[in-house]
Structure formats: structure tokens, C-alpha cells
């Protein structure tokens, strides 16, 4: 379990202890840290990284963050016990569809409150799907050759790890080792057999070499050895090559009738056998010098003698590719590879053939080698064990890293040789080039304000040393970690940089947010208008307005009088919405409730003028009104009432009178004319009364004094009791 420094009760470090940290901040660097790749358990991980971390001193807390892809993949901390290196194993895999992957470490100090350190950050490592071997084509093939003609075989197979090559023929194993297998000077139809391993599998894939017999030429003589003829010596194979280590058997054989003694002369081996055949063996050939001949002596005393031609080689020890000098490889550059090839025999029998992704580069035949001073054993006719090296020289290309190199060096015997010539091949070599940044997949952005950061943006940046991404806005570098608010829309720089150079792109980034109303509580409006936005209404996208009166959608085509009342509007867009209610007040100008108008009135008589307005605002009443003694002007809500008491010549005339508020304003006029009393019967109803009165009087009597004519008389019934009494 990992121990921490203790804290106080307040969560912050004890003043001693901070010191501490600082002090150890001061006097210590940042790590150093390596990261390299192994393969890995087959059956858990297609490889294993370790990111190691070299120079920290104890008691230091880390961060290690593993990314994939440019991603984080994993991350945690850890503590630093004991000034020893420390290694961090991820085991990846990576799909046949993914193909490859990129991965590197970056390890940074925390020291608890104190700023941390920039972090360091590892080379990158692209890895690759890896799978069994697979052929190509799914079916064995069938080549036809001419006798003593040549072919090359090729082991159509592919793999990753890059698979190893075994060949066979008609079941014996052959030196080859790699896809492809020249054969030269075939004499016989045979079954080839190319079987392609890695750590995941095999495959096997087989060739037929049918050999075409040519009856019209004739095979080549075999060459004699030379020997008197009338000893009738041969030797079988008269040729031989053998590997170091190896056995060999060579049998001599005589026809000659008179041989006494017949046997080998040798210094190393053993013979067996007795005339006219004896055989020459050794069960492990290891001497260079090595020159074994047959003798026979005739009873004439007359001696013959032949000697084979034995030639033993050895494969290397080692055969190695390094980087010739200290610099990494940069692209545009001229760059060395040196194939090392170790404790090997003959020397000037070997081609070192250079390839690159299986594809053959170079073929150095060592004489003329870039290689300076050349090892005495290209020259002299001495075969010894020999250390040589071939020199591949290119200008790198930026598709160069990650390639595989390989050298083979490859013993070139000729005709008389093996039929499979035997070599040794390195192991691949990947090469690192260093190369420019560039920037792709990074277009216009839109983001969500407060959710959205420039280190969320999708832009994919390449180079070698990994590039590092900058941010910046008019100028000024910007925290590519920061939220940005809608504010912060704009054209943004993206400049990815490395030790090889840097490259830059803008990036038009647009802070989306919710809609956002600023609105008042009451709002006038005037009466006819076309309806419109009264709020101030924010958001990006920009937002839908929606209009409601009493909580039902309205949206008029024109305001009306009759439509002031609660109103509410509503923002939409796609990250949100905001309402707001309030009162909307529609205006109108003033209005009269009557036209223009003349009013009479007798001199002294009193009389009233009345002008009514309606409007929104409620309009202000303004009349031309006399300033006379008999006249009074008053306001009663919206009227406006001149009262003229008495009236006189002075009070004739045209009253005026203006409605007025902040829309607009309406006239009205009265005409006040004046009447003698003389011609105004209105003035003099007792005359009619008393006019009216005598006629009915007159009517009466002359109704009573038609009765009286006819006898008809009616009297009061006080008189007519009286006379009925006998008084009058």
C-alpha cells in the first residue's frame, strides 16, 4: 500500500512538511522515460509496452497516463519508494479491422499542492494487428521447368509478426529461410514444401517443380579429375560442399586392374573400405584447410592421385542491423544502415542482400562495399573465420518509420553449389524517422457552451517526435482545457509543433448555447402595427419565438383595441427554452364620441357644452373655452363640459376643442349661437298658458249657452235643492 505525506486537519500540508516538497521540487528534474515494446503472451496480449521511468528521486508522487489513439487509455498514480527505475506494463491488443494503433506513455510529478511539472512524454510506437500466417492464394501451385533450367519459388504468405521460413524438399529440410527460394539448374521434378511460423500459428504451402525433359540437348559432361588415365580413378561427389560442423563421406573408385594399394591421404577423418572402392569420412568438419586425396599404386610402382574440391563454410554467428551514428533519422536526410555479420566462412563467397518490408533494396557482394578499411579476408586466398559488415545507405522518407529492415547474408557457390544456397538473416530492424507535424480531421466546430472544450475538438495531428497541440485566439495562447462560454466563438489556431518543425491551422469554432429572453414586465404597443419581437432574445441556433395570450398560442396580423391583456413569449432551440410572461398594453389614438355640432341659446339663458373622448392613453381635453365671468370648464372622466351661465353676445361663437395623448391627437368643434328672447317662444311659455287658458274658458261658455238654447239647463245641486224646497 502506498503512504502519503500527512496532511493537517484542515485537508492542507503541514508548513514543515510543504517546505519539504518545495525544497524537493527545487533540487530535483523532471524523469526520464523510455518506452519500448516486447511481444506478448499470445494467448493474453499481442504485445506488452513497458513505459520505464528513470531519475526520480524517493518519496515522489507520479502521474502515469497511457494514451492510444491520441486517447487517454489509462491513467493512475503512484509512489515513488526508492530511487530505482520503475517499469509500467500494458498488455494491447489490436483487431484485424483497427489494423494498427498509435501508443505512448507520459509520466508528470504531483507534489501535493504545488504546481506540477510539465510532463515528459515517451516516443510513440505504432503497432500493428498481428494474426497467424495466411496464404495469399488458397491452393498449391505447379510449376513446369526445363531440364537444367532455373526458377524462383515464392512462399505467397503473409503474417504479422512477420512470419519465419522453412522450406523443404520431397521432405528434407533445406537451409532458406526466407519467402522466396531460387533454384537454379534443375535436374529432376520435386516437391517443394514452404512452411510460414510465428508465435500465432502456420501455415504450409506447397510447390511441384515439374522438370520438362529436353531430348534434343545433351546433359553436360561431368568434369574428370585429372589423373592418368591408366589408373582409372574417381572420385564421387568430385565437388563438395559441407556445413561447418557437418559430416561428409567422398568415395574413390579405380578401374585399373593392377592396383596394389589404393587409399586416402589425410589429416583429419577416417577411411574404410578396400580396393577397387574405399571411402574418405569425417563425422564433424570443422578445418578450413582440409585437403584429402585418393592415391592408388600400381604393381608397376607407377602412383596416380586425385582430390576432390571440398569446400567447408560457415554460416554466421550473428547477422545484425544497426543505425550507423548517434542521431535519430530525420526525414529528407541521408541515413546508414550496417549489417554485422559475425564469425562467418568463406567471407568472399558471401552477397549480403538488404530488404525492406519483404521488398529487396540492395544486393552488396561486399567487394565493393561502402565499408572502409575492407577485412583482409575479402582479399586473401586464406579461408579463416571472418567478422564483415554491408552498408545500406538511403534518404529517408517519412514512410520509412515504422518499416522493417532486414540483411541476409547469402553464400553464392554457383551452379556446383547447394541447390537452395545457404544464408542467415537478421532480425528486422524498425526504423524511427523523425518527420514534420500535419494536422488532419480538424474542420469547423460547433460546441455547447460550458460543456464544450478545444481538447474535445476531433483534429488528428501526426509527426514523429510526437507533436505537441497549442491553442490560440487573436494572438494569445489559450487553455485548450478551459470551458468556453458564447463569448469565445471565433477563428482559433491550431499549432501542432515538434523538434522537426511546426504547421498551423485555423479552426472557425462556434459556442452554441440555450436560448436566454430579457424581457419587462409590461410592454405598449401601438394599435394596427405589424406584431413583432418585444424581448430581447438570445441563443445559438437562434431561437423559435412562439406567442401566447392566457396561455393559448396568438400571434395577430395586426394589433386591435380590444387585444391588451396578459401576454407570454417562449424561446426554443435545440439545447433549450426560456418564457416569460407580461402585460401588453395596446394604444390608440383619441377618438370623439360625437361629430361636430351647433348648440342654440336665448341671451340669459344658461347652457352646457359637452365633448366626450376615448383613446390609450386616456387623452387630455384642451377647448379655446372664453375667459368670461359666466363661464366655467370642468372634466368629468373623459368629458370635458363648458358651462355658460347667462349667456350673452360675448359667449357666441365656435368652441374648439382637442383630444390628445401620446399616439395622436383629434379635433372637435361646437358652434354656439345666440337668440333674442323675442323670437324665442321657449322663453314666453306662460303666454301660451294663459292664451290657452281663455280659449278653454271661451269654449265652456259657448257650450253653456248652446244648452240654454234648448232648454237643457244644469244647475248646481245646492240650487236645485232650494227650489225644490220652495226658497230661491
Keep these: 500500500m502506498n503512504s502519503h505525506p500527512p496532511v493537517s486537519q484542515s485537508g492542507k500540508l503541514p508548513l514543515g512538511m510543504l517546505g519539504l516538497l518545495l525544497l524537493s521540487l527545487l533540487s530535483c528534474e523532471n524523469p526520464k522515460v523510455m518506452l519500448s515494446l516486447r511481444n506478448g503472451n499470445a494467448k493474453q496480449a499481442d504485445y506488452e509496452l513497458h513505459c520505464d521511468v528513470f531519475d526520480v528521486a524517493p518519496a515522489q508522487n507520479i502521474s502515469v497516463t497511457w494514451y492510444r489513439n491520441n486517447k487517454t487509455f489509462k491513467s493512475f498514480m503512484d509512489l515513488i519508494e526508492e530511487p530505482q527505475k520503475k517499469s509500467y506494463i500494458l498488455g494491447v491488443n489490436i483487431s484485424r479491422e483497427e489494423k494498427f494503433a498509435e501508443f505512448r506513455c507520459e509520466v508528470q510529478l504531483k507534489l501535493e499542492e504545488l504546481k506540477p511539472q510539465h510532463p515528459v512524454i515517451s516516443t510513440t510506437h505504432q503497432l500493428s494487428a498481428r494474426y497467424a500466417p495466411e496464404l495469399r492464394t488458397n491452393f498449391s501451385k505447379i510449376i513446369t521447368v526445363a531440364m537444367g533450367g532455373n526458377a524462383t519459388l515464392l512462399c505467397d504468405v503473409e503474417g504479422n509478426p512477420p512470419p519465419v521460413y522453412q522450406w523443404t524438399i520431397d521432405e528434407q529440410p533445406m537451409l532458406e529461410t526466407t519467402n522466396r527460394l531460387d533454384i537454379t539448374q534443375v535436374n529432376s521434378s520435386s516437391n517443394y514444401r514452404c ?92 578445418d578450413f584447410t582440409v585437403e584429402p586425396f585418393c592415391f592408388v599404386t600400381l604393381d608397376t610402382d607407377e602412383q596416380c592421385k586425385v582430390k576432390p574440391n571440398i569446400t567447408l563454410y560457415k554460416l554466421p554467428d550473428t547477422v545484425a542491423i544497426s543505425a550507423v551514428g548517434n542521431g535519430p533519422m530525420k526525414e529528407g536526410e541521408e541515413h546508414q544502415l550496417q549489417c554485422h555479420i559475425y564469425s562467418v566462412a568463406p567471407a568472399k563467397k558471401l552477397l549480403v542482400k538488404w530488404y525492406k518490408d519483404d521488398e529487396t533494396v540492395l544486393n552488396d557482394d561486399l567487394k565493393s562495399s561502402d565499408v572502409t578499411p575492407l577485412p583482409e579476408c575479402l582479399n586473401d586466398s586464406t579461408v579463416r573465420l571472418c567478422n564483415v559488415s554491408s552498408i545500406y545507405t538511403f534518404t529517408v522518407k517519412k514512410s520509412d518509420n515504422g518499416s522493417l529492415f532486414r540483411c541476409k547474408a547469402e553464400f553464392q557457390f554457383g551452379p556446383a553449389g547447394p541447390l537452395v544456397p545457404p544464408s542467415m538473416a537478421s532480425e528486422p530492424y524498425t ?22 472544450r478545444l481538447n474535445d475538438l476531433p483534429c488528428e495531428t501526426d509527426g514523429n517526435p510526437r507533436p505537441g497541440i497549442e491553442w490560440s485566439y487573436n494572438g494569445t495562447l489559450i487553455d485548450s482545457s478551459k470551458l468556453l462560454t458564447r463569448a469565445e466563438s471565433g477563428i482559433y489556431k491550431a499549432t501542432a509543433h515538434n523538434s522537426m518543425g511546426q504547421v498551423n491551422t485555423d479552426v472557425n469554432i462556434t459556442v452554441e448555447y440555450a436560448p436566454r429572453l430579457s424581457c419587462q414586465m409590461m410592454y405598449e404597443v401601438e394599435v394596427k402595427n405589424t406584431p413583432k419581437l418585444l424581448c430581447n432574445a438570445e441563443g445559438l441556433p437562434h431561437p423559435d419565438i412562439t406567442w401566447f395570450k392566457n396561455g393559448k398560442e396568438h400571434f395577430p396580423q395586426h394589433w386591435e383595441k380590444h387585444e391588451s391583456g396578459n401576454y407570454s413569449v417562449k424561446a426554443s432551440n435545440k439545447h433549450g427554452t426560456a418564457e416569460h410572461a407580461f402585460y401588453l398594453d395596446i394604444l390608440y389614438p383619441p377618438e370623439f364620441t360625437e361629430s361636430d355640432t351647433t348648440t342654440k341659446v336665448v341671451v340669459g339663458g344658461n347652457v352646457s357644452l359637452v365633448w366626450e373622448a376615448d383613446g390609450n392613453p386616456k387623452p387630455e381635453i384642451h377647448c379655446n373655452d372664453s375667459l368670461a365671468e359666466n363661464v366655467r370648464a370642468s372634466t368629468v372622466g373623459r368629458q370635458k363640459i363648458i358651462t355658460i351661465t347667462g349667456a350673452t353676445s360675448t359667449n357666441a361663437g365656435r368652441y374648439i376643442c382637442v383630444a390628445t395623448n401620446k399616439v395622436g391627437e383629434v379635433t372637435r368643434a361646437t358652434t354656439l349661437v345666440l337668440k333674442d328672447k323675442s323670437t324665442d317662444l321657449s322663453q314666453h311659455w306662460w303666454v301660451f298658458l294663459l292664451v290657452l287658458l281663455v280659449f278653454a274658458i271661451l269654449v265652456v261658455v259657448f257650450i253653456l249657452k248652446g244648452r240654454r238654447k234648448h232648454g237643457q239647463y244644469d244647475f248646481p245641486l245646492q240650487t236645485r235643492l232650494t227650489v225644490e224646497n220652495g226658497t230661491m
Design 195 to 286: 512452411t510460414a511460423t510465428n508465435i500465432l500459428g502456420n501455415t504450409t504451402m506447397n510447390i511441384f517443380v515439374d522438370m520438362e525433359e529436353n531430348y534434343t540437348t545433351e546433359p553436360p559432361a561431368m568434369p574428370t579429375p585429372e589423373a592418368p588415365e591408366n589408373c582409372g580413378l574417381t572420385v564421387m561427389p568430385s565437388e563438395v560442399y559441407v556445413k561447418y560442423g557437418d559430416s561428409a563421406s567422398i568415395n574413390c573408385r579405380t578401374t585399373s586392374k593392377d592396383a596394389a594399394l589404393m587409399d586416402w591421404e589425410h589429416a583429419v577423418g577416417e577411411t574404410y573400405g578396400t580396393p577397387p572402392s574405399v571411402t574418405w569420412k569425417i563425422e564433424k568438419l570443422e
Design 431 to 452: 526504423t524511427v524517422v523523425h518527420y514534420k507535424p500535419t494536422i488532419k480531421n480538424c474542420p469547423s466546430y460547433a460546441g455547447v457552451e460550458n460543456s464544450f
